[in-house]
């Protein structure tokens, strides 16, 4: 008998080529999420919301800083073009 996985971490890297363009992330699906647990790796305070998310309205997320979430999913963009962002996501039934 096999059951579903309790969690799954994801380690992200995107290079954003449009500054003030949102990604949702992450793009796996575990079944019934109930939790994210976010951390930024990279050097760039990058901002997180809905789908509409922007730096005016997007909370920020600082270099080295974590955060944790009950949410299917979220979207992240960084002020920067060309910038390679790097965030480690664990995601929890």
Known sequence: MSQDPIYDCVSVELE???ANTSYRIPTTTLTNKKLFVVYNK???TIYYGGHNVTVDIGIPLEPGKMFS?????????????????????????
Not at 72 to 93: A, H, R, T
């Open 69 to 93: 979430l009950r949410a299917s999913g979220l979207y992240f963009i960084c002020p920067q073009p060309g910038k390679k962002i790097n965030i480690v996501i664990l995601e929890l039934q």
């Open 16 to 18: 954003l080529v449009s």
């Open 42 to 44: 990279s050097d760039a």
